[in-house]
């Protein structure tokens, strides 16, 4: 979108059929830029099958619409950077055309002395050329060769096709073994005591299926655990743990016998449900955000998913684990298929209500937290609008208003480092605390005194400990359009809400975190989401799933105004 006074001055640039042209000049024209938080224009582009057929010589005019650009460039007087960058971009089209456009030998051949005429003419004083082949490549349209120019292409083709093929062939029997090796396995018979655990993609002991193990070995002990770890993550596993690794012999022979597999994001594809295997998924949080089919309108959300393979892995599921109503009405939706929810609580949770004054002294004690000192876990959510991790607060600055009785427990995509980091000396001192690799994630919440957070579900597990939860919503409006939510969280909140890091500050210096207004938003929002975590998750879990009792003799939920959570870290220390 240009503005119409910007249109006029630089008609003669902007006006004409070439839209690619005029974009570019555009951007070489304008003094600021700016992006919109939602999509503007929805632009479906044509198979090549489908355009109408031109004139093979229609495709010059490419070479004269960059040597334009880059005359453009010159007689604005831009410096170096954009000119340079204008210059890969012409060189780089060129060169797919020659490589890629089904072109007359002739005209591709007068194209290739075209656009070497024009990479020669052009070429930014002290250019470097690429490495690897696209440098090779480069240099040859430099030299004009045409002829040495195609004995190269060929010569690559035949390469990666070779390649391509061996790949394929080793891939290939790769397979066919492993699936003889599995089909064989899955022929016999299911071990009804071997349990399969996993979780976070296979990174380790952790979440739901860490606490359901755990409660397995105490009411179940002839049951053996085997959890499924990546092998970079094998050094990390606790001592003793019996583990296989993705892909290998045991692996698969463990997948194919085992009688229940655990999980709280979904197992592979060529993982095969067995009639008499049990398959649990567990879960990893309670939904803000939409999930499953409900993506289908977000594409920034939903890049790279196949519904039809997520279907399919859904249809495995023989149990769905619940923390909530709400959770089970939006898995139902988001994953529609026959499995059996089991409304009993998130596992994970239960160490909420069984932790001592003791328990929490040794996790602050662990975390480097000093006696007396309020710590406020800061745990942001992940945005998938953004290529990567943008900072959304001056934690140096916060941490500086907040005073030094405040520790700052910060968990995400850490963005300062260094020994020039306005936070090395907030480090030393132990006023900021980076916990972004620390786990369990439970114990973080424990030790703290404070939730700030902004879409994240830790939110909903936080708020069983009934302690203030602020939200710092800088960006609402776009994580909800371009992600997609299921309620409005800024009416809906479970305390109070910060739209700038001011306000946030704001918040804490008056007292109003913890004030009646807060209070009364997070009984709502406990009663609402915390409605089956009473610290016996995992306890009906393993009785209903592995024991095979029945749903009427399983504990009762304890309603949420009857349930005591752990002493806070202010409480723990009178204890």
Known sequence: MLRADFWREHAEHLAGDDETYAAYAALLLADRIAALDQVALNVRELRTE??????????????????????????LGLPPAPRTALYDVMVGDCLRIIAREKLPDAVRKEFFHRASRAAVAWRPEGYQRPGGLEGVRRRILEEDAYTKYRTFQTANQQRRKLRSAVVARKHKVGLKVRDLRYRRDLERPVDPCLAVFTAYWDRGVACNPAAIAAKLAELAPHIRPVWVVTAANVPLL????????????????????????????????????????????????????RMGLDQLDYPAASKGLNFHSLLARVDKWTYSVSANSHSTRMWERAYPSRYESLDYGYPRNDVFYSATAADIRAIRDRLGIAPGKRAILYAPTHRD??????????????????????????????????????????????????????????????????????????????????????????????????????????????????????????????GAWRDEEAAAARKVFRERFCEYDDGRAAERVVRRVFLGESEESLPPVTPVDERTPAPTPEEATTR
């Open 50 to 75: 489908s355009l109408p057929t031109g004139r093979p010589e229609e495709r010059f005019g490419v070479i004269d619409r960059h040597e334009s650009l880059l005359t453009l460039a010159a007689n």
């Open 238 to 289: 606790p001592p003793g743990t019996d583990h296989i690794v993705p892909g290998t012999p045991r692996y698969w022979e463990v997948m194919a016998r085992a009688k229940y597999l655990v999980n709280n994001v979904n197992f592979p594809n060529a993982i095969v449900k067995r009639p008499d295997a049990v398959h649990v998924q567990t879960h990893h949080g309670t939904p803000l955000k």
């Open 385 to 510: 609008y953004e290529a990567a991790w943008t900072p959304r607060l001056d934690l140096a600055t916060l941490a500086e208003r907040l005073g030094e009785d405040t520790v700052l427990l910060v968990r995400g995509h850490y963005f300062y480092g260094g020994a020039t980091s306005p936070l090395a000396g907030l480090r030393k001192s132990g006023r900021i605390i980076d916990v972004s690799s620390y786990d369990p994630v439970e114990d973080l919440s424990l030790a703290a005194d404070a939730l700030i957070t902004d879409y994240s579900s830790i939110m909903f597990d936080y708020a069983n400990l009934d302690r203030p939860i602020v939200i710092y919503a800088d960006d609402w409006e776009t994580y909800a359009k371009t992600r997609g939510v299921y309620f409005d969280l800024m009416t809906e909140a479970p305390g109070k809400v910060a739209r700038t890091q001011e306000e946030l500050t704001e918040i804490f210096t008056s």
